[in-house]
């Protein structure tokens, strides 16, 4: 590439040779006619970028983002205009809500044609300004190395999030002769030293401390530091929603996830804390319980201590006693140099009490029916690889192996903390590309499987074989849930007819299973990994039991019996 720095290019030689200066392996795409000279300029660097072709450009921009998620770089992902681009929306949204590094690029009309409702056309400012962090288009190839690099830079500075660049067709055919702009070193923000004693100045006051740990781009060395250090410490650690790969939940001082479904015995730990050490949360709707779990003035004798690398998040709701402006790797970094504490912290006793509370909520209950969820989660989780990623759709069925299964300290967990479903299957896919070696376990309803399924194709063509788990209660449980709390019996919209979901991965050529007594899923899985095809197992739940704390008997009786 060196040599053809200053050599002309077009400017689809130029977007592909851009992605190469930023140090893209892989890119995920539905292919579309307003970007053909982008996708011949990433034939002339197959060698350099794995372009895997999604059918779905929601399923590619998924994709991407669990590529973002899992390295930490910006995952990337090409859709054409208009329909393309809104289907992209909902990966958008997913990222922009994880704080998940994305660069989306959107093939656009030919800009001559701009404001007269042509073929396709959308103003991509407008549409995605809401959900990224930066909206652009490139009109002038001269400007492509510029603006691509900026586009990078944008995605993983402070809250990384989505940026989304519109590429025009004719520009994308006009030679230019500029050179290309590779990322630039920049040292993330670094904690000021004083508010880092002031931190342990208010930890050695507490008597009921209690950690959460939330955010994205956490390296393994970061996660080993805070670990160390909250163990040290004996620390008290739970995490924000979907954020289970953050910390050993096998650890004595864990203390569960703070999110959707969350125990109501963390959450009333968390509220009789008084000191609340937020590493990289936002501290967002799921982790505060609505907006119910701390005191939005900092009045209550309840002191938050808040790290965030966007200085604009810190108090954006909840005034902390001590916001510190800092990237999370940054802030391990100082955390590594703090001294060693002095015998034995104050509060023992209470993380002693914290866990085990979070201990007896991960006893499965003697469910009725012919097949226990909360078993055979248990019984899958003690012969996974200790580097199992695990994707986790939307749904009610998620909140299952929240409460019941330990993330490792090298397994990955990703799912969007949006809530969008026909996250998990694409995940699961783009994750298998990412690290091919590692087992990809894609946990998913029946609801979000047949949004996104259709992509198992992908991971046939991309020649990776994720596990699919479809757990089948024929039906919107979670709205099913919500439904019945508050119109007791009168289902409405929440049904759902599905297939056989082992002969549709059978009909791709895939290995097929079902399950629905107890001790079935843990052979079933064997089979499924010693094929190395692509599975689905699907998990044949009681539908009855909508949720893992109730029935939908309870939920009616709860709901008053009638309306």
Request: with cysteine.
């Given at each position: 590439m060196d040599?053809m720095s ?7 030689q ?14 995920f795409?539905?292919p579309?006619?307003?970007y053909?000279d982008l996708?011949d300029?990433l034939y002339a660097?197959?060698d ?9 450009e ?5 994709m991407a983002?669990a590529?973002?998620k ?7 992902a ?10 992209a929306?909902?990966g958008v949204?997913?990222a922009?809500?994880?704080s998940t590094?994305?660069v989306l690029?959107?093939?656009q009309?030919?800009f001559a044609?701009?404001d007269?409702?042509?073929f396709?056309?959308?103003d991509?400012r ?6 990224a ?8 190839a ?8 900026h586009?990078?830079d944008v995605?993983?500075?402070g809250?990384?999030g989505?940026v ?6 004719e520009?994308?055919?006009?030679r230019?002769a500029?050179?290309d702009?590779g990322?630039?070193?920049v040292?993330?923000a ?7 004693q002031?931190m342990l100045a208010?930890l ?7 950690v ?6 956490w390296?393994e ?9 909250c163990?040290?410490?004996d620390l008290?650690?739970?995490?924000a ?5 953050l910390?050993?939940?096998r650890?004595?001082n864990?203390?569960?996830d703070?999110?959707?479904g969350a ?14 050490l937020?590493i990289?949360?936002?501290?967002g ?6 907006y119910?779990?701390f ?9 938050i201590i808040?790290i965030?690398?966007d200085q ?7 005034r902390p006693?001590?916001?510190i402006?800092a990237?999370?790797?940054?802030f391990a970094e ?7 504490p002095?015998?034995t912290?104050?509060?023992?006793a209470?993380?002693?009490e914290v866990?085990?509370?979070?201990v007896?909520q ?7 029916g ?5 078993r055979?989660?248990?019984a899958?989780?003690k012969?996974l690889?200790?580097d199992a990623?695990?994707?986790c759709?939307a749904?009610?069925f998620?909140?299952?192996p929240?409460?019941?299964?330990h993330m490792t300290?090298q397994?990955?967990f990703?799912?969007?903390?949006n809530g969008?479903m026909g996250y ?7 994750a298998?590309i ?9 946990l ?5 499987f047949l949004?996104?399924g259709q992509?198992?194709?992908?991971a ?13 209660n024929?039906?919107?449980g979670t709205?099913?849930m919500y439904q019945e709390r ?10 759902l007819t ?8 059978e ?7 079902t399950v629905e007594k107890d001790?079935?899923l843990?052979?079933a ?5 010693a094929?190395g095809k ?7 739940v ?6 893992h704390?109730?029935t939908?008997e309870e ?5 008053g019996?009638?309306h």
């Amino acid at each position: 590439m060196d040599g053809m720095s200053t050599a002309t290019r077009t400017g689809g030689q130029l977007l592909a040779d851009a992605l190469v200066a930023q140090g893209v392996t892989h890119a995920f795409c539905v292919p579309g006619e307003s970007y053909l000279d982008l996708l011949d300029g990433l034939y002339a660097n197959n060698d350099k970028i794995n372009l895997t072709t999604c059918r779905f450009e929601a399923g590619a921009v998924n994709m991407a983002e669990a590529h973002g998620k899992l390295t930490g770089r910006p995952g990337v992902a090409l859709v054409t205009r208009g329909p393309g681009a809104c289907h992209a929306a909902i990966g958008v949204h997913v990222a922009f809500q994880d704080s998940t590094p994305l660069v989306l690029i959107v093939g656009q009309i030919p800009f001559a044609e701009t404001d007269r409702e042509t073929f396709q056309e959308v103003d991509y400012r407008q549409m995605f300004g809401p959900i990224a962090k930066w909206v652009t288009q490139i009109d002038d190839a001269a400007r492509i190395p510029e603006l691509m690099a900026h586009a990078f830079d944008v995605a993983t500075s402070g809250r990384p999030g989505p940026v989304v660049i519109a590429i025009s067709e004719e520009m994308q055919k006009v030679r230019v002769a500029v050179p290309d702009i590779g990322p630039a070193d920049v040292a993330p923000a670094f904690p000021a030293p004083s508010a880092m004693q002031k931190m342990l100045a208010m930890l050695d006051k507490a008597e009921r401390p209690l950690v959460v740990l939330g955010g994205s781009r956490w390296t393994e060395a970061t996660r080993r530091t805070v670990r160390d250090f909250c163990v040290a410490r004996d620390l008290p650690v739970s995490v924000a929603f979907r954020r289970q790969s953050l910390y050993d939940c096998r650890l004595s001082n864990y203390a569960g996830d703070l999110g959707v479904g969350a125990d109501a015995g963390l959450v009333a730990k968390a509220k009789q804390a008084d000191v609340i050490l937020a590493i990289g949360t936002r501290i967002g709707e799921p982790v505060s319980q609505g907006y119910t779990l701390f005191d939005m003035a900092g009045q209550s004798g309840q002191s938050i201590i808040h790290i965030h690398p966007d200085q604009a998040e810190i108090g954006r709701v909840y005034r902390p006693a001590l916001g510190i402006t800092a990237e999370v790797n940054a802030f391990a970094e100082a955390l590594a140099q703090l001294p060693a504490p002095a015998g034995t912290p104050r509060w023992s006793a209470w993380t002693k009490e914290v866990h085990a509370a979070r201990v007896k909520q991960a006893e499965a209950p003697d469910y009725a029916g012919p097949l226990n969820l909360a078993r055979e989660l248990q019984a899958l989780e003690k012969i996974l690889p200790e580097d199992a990623i695990f994707t986790c759709d939307a749904g009610n069925f998620a909140t299952w192996p929240n409460r019941f299964m330990h993330m490792t300290a090298q397994q990955e967990f990703l799912g969007p903390t949006n809530g969008a479903m026909g996250y998990a299957v694409p995940a699961a896919i783009g994750a298998k590309i990412t690290f091919p070696d590692r087992v990809s376990i894609g946990l998913v309803g029946d609801g979000g499987f047949l949004m996104t399924g259709q992509e198992i194709a992908t991971a046939f063509q991309a020649d990776a074989a994720p596990i699919i788990l479809v757990f089948n209660n024929g039906m919107y449980g979670t709205i099913r849930m919500y439904q019945e709390r508050a119109y007791p019996g009168r289902v409405s919209g929440t049904k759902l007819t599905n297939p056989d979901f082992a002969k549709f991965i059978e009909s791709f050529g895939g290995h097929g299973e079902t399950v629905e007594k107890d001790g079935e899923l843990v052979p079933a899985f064997q089979r499924a990994l010693a094929s190395g095809k692509p599975a689905v197992i699907e998990v044949r739940v009681n539908p009855e039991q909508v949720t893992h704390r109730a029935t939908i008997e309870e939920l009616r009786k709860q709901g008053g019996g009638k309306h």
